[in-house]
């Protein structure tokens, strides 16, 4: 029986053998106008020269894979490519800068600096001119006359570009996607372009006198796509246009810039850029947060090492090594250097813990008080190794002197006698203590002690994980969640971060990153401990008479690093208790801009 796939597939096959045969040769129709690959036509100065197209084929396929991994092989896979006629050098130019713009992001890695470096590389690249072959055409020419016709669309917009302006308030509501998408290209572009000139500047491919005459250019342009790009090219630059011999200009284009934003001919976007751009300007160029450029493998596998490092921290996974053997050297003092840590181990002991170093190397081994002044008995005569079982000892929980512990020493076994009797001494004093850190009585430091000793481990660069330590073996838990031990931590991390002079005071963003850790640990996002951070903030500010955009630069430092949330912030705004006052006005009215960009920016969220 027969189905009825059967029967059509029968009726097919009939109708394909009363079809007519095809003719033995068929021509092909070919249109006035074919497609061609971009590299067949002339807008890159082919010229319909087929060795030309090759070359031009091969460098896309270079700049498609360009990376800084990859950076040295494919630069000199460039560089050997036969690049012999102005129509290739042409080529390789328009290629260069194109490849750039199209990779280009406002908030991504920005590969204008790879693209830049690749320039300079082929700065050296020539060709024979076609209308004057006795003349020599270069890569840099070519590259500089692309960059200004670039930049004059940047500061003299084409007029498509202020019809489209125009078309976006005219056109329905269908159509306005589409027509500001073209606008979103148009200033994506110009973005790339200022961002490529300032990397030129700084591989010095520019001048300092073309840079002045493209940021006039821009000031004195009425638009937000100008100003916007100004900030990117001053960021981008700045500090290397920022010399002693060129002060007084920068002073008039800052001048400048507080006028637009006094008489608020921008909008308030705008505004807070330039706002950002004079911040970082006072900030000596440096900025709250690492520039987002592509990395190496290499930076990319060390970036997270060191975040998985910091996330064991904060988790508490990590446990602190202590040092009980002398061999492996380990210990908190690991933290400092050697040559440093001399210098810190006498600062500690000058403020009140009790270790002298007498003249005298004599050594009472009948004692048995586990004081440090006994403990750090005759230290000096112990030779090189003396000061790495100084810090040993600094490592152990400090008891209460008034109160005498036995340290049974006779329960442990000889030590070789290759060891000197004061090592031995200190060595066997030291485990004891570490064995019997459970027992011991933790002494109560006055807070006065407590913040002279985080001031010097903090200035000293200690690592973060032996200042824990510290902290856990001398201040028991309760008393680490008190303010008056919050407030001196902070005033610590916040002392040891300020740079400059005078009025010129400024927060060191690093060195604020290096303690972040530090500070979570003991914050511990409670907004009530970090309300006792910003008081401790705010004395601070009063102790240095108030600097200029000082607080403001913690501020954002702070907010940046996920170390103060924004309801503690605005808890301290809000606050009115009294006692805290002192200094209060002022601090608001230098934060005023930090607030005002803090509910801009909740208030975006929420609309999206």
Not at 113 to 125: M, P, S
Not at 262 to 279: E, H, I, P
Not at 575 to 588: C, M, R
Request: charged share 25%; proline share 5%.
């Amino acid at each position: 029986m027969k189905g009825k796939g059967d029967t059509n597939r029968q009726e097919g096959r009939a109708q394909a053998q009363d079809s007519p045969a095809l003719p033995d040769a068929c021509t092909l129709h070919h249109t006035e106008d074919p497609w061609q690959p971009s590299f067949k036509l002339q807008q890159y100065g082919a010229y319909g020269h087929s060795g030309t197209q090759e070359v031009l084929r091969k460098v896309q396929s270079i700049l498609n894979k360009l990376t800084p991994q990859k950076f040295q092989t494919l630069c000199q896979q460039v560089l050997d490519l036969d690049i012999v006629t102005e129509g290739g050098l042409r080529g390789l130019t328009h290629l260069v800068v194109d490849n750039m713009i199209t990779s280009f992001s406002p908030t991504g890695p920005s590969y204008a600096e790879v693209y830049a470096n690749l320039c300079r590389c082929l700065i050296h690249l020539k060709a024979p001119s076609e209308n004057q072959p006795r003349e020599m055409i270069n890569f840099r020419k070519l590259l500089l006359a692309r960059c200004q016709g670039e930049f004059e669309n940047i500061s003299n917009p084409p007029p498509c570009t202020t019809s489209l302006v125009q078309l976006l308030e005219m056109v329905p509501e269908e159509e306005k996607p589409m027509v500001r998408l073209e606008l979103l290209v148009a200033k994506r572009r110009a973005l790339a372009i200022v961002s490529l000139i300032g990397e030129l500047f700084k591989l010095k491919m520019l001048s300092a006198n073309l840079m002045h005459r493209c940021v006039v250019r821009l000031l004195k342009t009425d638009s937000e796509e100008s100003l916007e790009c100004l900030c990117l090219l001053l960021t981008t630059m700045g500090k290397e246009l920022d010399l002693e011999q060129s002060k007084a200009k920068m002073d008039q284009y800052f001048e400048t810039m507080l006028q637009i934003i006094n008489q608020k001919k921008a909008s308030t976007r705008m505004c807070f850029l330039l706002r950002d751009l004079m911040d970082l300007r006072v900030n000596d160029w440096e900025p709250r947060r690492p520039r987002n450029a592509p990395k190496t493998l290499e930076q990319i596998h060390r970036e997270a090492e060191r975040e998985a490092q910091q996330l064991q921290q904060r988790l508490g996974q990590q446990p602190r090594q202590r040092r009980r053997q002398w061999e492996r050297g380990r210990g908190w003092r690991h933290g400092v250097r050697r040559g440093r840590g001399v210098r810190v181990f006498q600062q500690l002991r000058e403020l009140s813990m009790n270790v002298h170093l007498p003249a005298d190397s004599s050594v009472d081994t009948s004692t048995s008080s586990n004081s440090l002044q006994d403990q750090g008995a005759g230290w000096r005569q112990a030779g090189s190794e003396t000061w790495d079982e100084a810090w040993d000892l600094l490592d152990t929980p400090m008891s209460d002197p008034a109160t005498p512990q036995t340290l049974h020493t006779a329960d442990r076994p000889e030590q070789p006698d290759s060891t000197s009797s004061t090592a031995k001494l200190v060595e066997d004093k030291a485990e004891a203590a570490v064995e019997d850190s459970g027992r011991l009585e933790r002494r109560r430091l006055p807070m006065l002690q407590i913040a002279a000793f985080l001031d010097i481990l903090v200035k000293e660069d200690v690592q973060n994980e032996h200042i824990i330590g510290w902290i856990e073996d001398n201040i028991d838990e309760a008393r680490r969640k008190e303010p008056a031990f919050i407030r001196t931590l902070m005033s610590a991390v916040c002392k040891s971060a300020i740079r400059g002079e005078g009025s010129g005071l400024r927060c060191d963003t690093q060195g604020i990153q290096k303690r972040v850790v530090l500070l979570q640990k003991y914050l511990d996002n409670e907004s009530t401990r970090e309300l006792q951070a910003l008081f401790a903030l705010q004395a601070l500010m009063v102790q240095l008479d108030q600097p200029p955009n000082l607080l403001r630069m913690f501020f954002d430092t702070l907010y940046d690093e996920d170390v103060i949330s924004e309801d503690a912030f605005y808890a301290w705004e809000s606050n009115t208790d009294p006692a805290e006052q002192e200094g209060k006005g002022v601090a608001l009215k230098s934060v005023t801009a930090f607030f005002t960009w803090l509910r801009e920016a909740e208030e975006e969220e929420t609309d999206s």
